[in-house]
């Protein structure tokens, strides 16, 4: 079970480290709306995506393969609870991001550099949420 857990945390190190950076990258390519800039950094951010996608989806699989091993998580207070609804919208979060990865492809972004600052601050919220719940399991 320990290697299942050693596992989801190096996939969500992953998963967290595309989340993180690929707003970044949002914010460049609105700065820098037009010329060879863009472009480079529309193609790293749809291979960022990719990278996230394998990272989010194995730490889910690892994840879940935790949970099914001990079950008994789920009976131990809230916490777990919690985490899953935080996790739920981290995946909406992501999905959010891969659909702004198309948006900026088409050319077709509405939003400014400084929403882009504010939105990449969102994954920091749940993963503060994630490691409190998961470290001090204060319910």
Do not use: D
Not at 15 to 43: C, D, I, M, Q, S
Not at 60 to 66: D, E, K, Q, S, Y
């Amino acid at each position: 079970m320990r290697w299942l857990e050693a596992f989801h945390v190096v996939f969500v190190v992953t998963w967290f480290a595309g989340l993180f950076y690929l707003p970044r990258l949002f914010v460049y390519a609105t700065e820098n709306p037009t010329g060879h800039t863009v472009e480079l950094l529309k193609v790293m951010q749809k291979r960022l995506m990719g990278i996230t996608h394998i990272g989010g989806a194995l730490a889910l699989i690892f994840g879940l393969a935790t949970l099914i091993g001990e079950p008994w998580h789920l009976t131990t207070g809230g916490w777990m609870h919690v985490k899953l609804a935080l996790v739920a919208g981290l995946i909406a979060y992501h999905v959010w991001c891969w659909r702004l990865v198309g948006t900026f492809a088409r050319g077709e972004n509405r939003h400014s550099s400084k929403w882009y600052r504010v939105f990449n601050e969102v994954p920091a919220v749940f993963l503060i949420g994630v490691v409190v719940l998961v470290i001090v399991k204060p319910i």
